[in-house]
């Protein structure tokens, strides 16, 4: 979650600098992102049905090391909408189920104590 927090961040200041592009441009970037994310989410509900809490998660961060992959190689600010895009429809999977697993692992009459730990340290 931290990880994804980082790229969520630091997306506008990498637009900025590689792509001498103002906060004008990058709004509507992050504005999609948001849009999409809600489909996204809908989307995994399904792919959560299926293949459980665990796999979506990991799909999820498969595609996460995929996009940081291709942020590497990116040539132009097309490619930064839909390396946006696809950061959208996994945003909200990544972040539901890692709480949702985080929730499993740690002892139920003491959740508030780690939820607090968790918020804290992210």
């Not at 709004?27 to 792919?47: E, H, K, N, W, Y």
């Not at 909408?81 to 929730?103: E, H, M, P």
């Amino acid at each position: 979650n931290d990880g994804i927090q980082t790229i969520i961040s630091q997306g506008v200041i990498f637009a900025e600098e590689v792509f001498q592009r103002g906060l004008t441009e990058l709004i509507p970037v992050f504005l999609m992102i948001q849009i999409v994310a809600f489909f996204g989410s809908l989307l995994f509900i399904r792919i959560e049905r299926w293949m459980g809490t665990r796999g979506a998660l990991v799909s999820s961060l498969v595609v996460w090391i995929i996009l940081i992959g291709w942020a590497f190689f990116m040539q132009n600010f097309l490619e930064f909408w839909a390396l946006a895009f696809f950061g959208g429809l996994v945003l909200g999977v990544s972040q539901s189920a890692s709480r949702t697993i985080y929730a499993w692992m740690i002892p139920h009459d003491h959740s508030a104590e780690f939820f607090s730990l968790y918020a804290i340290v992210g």
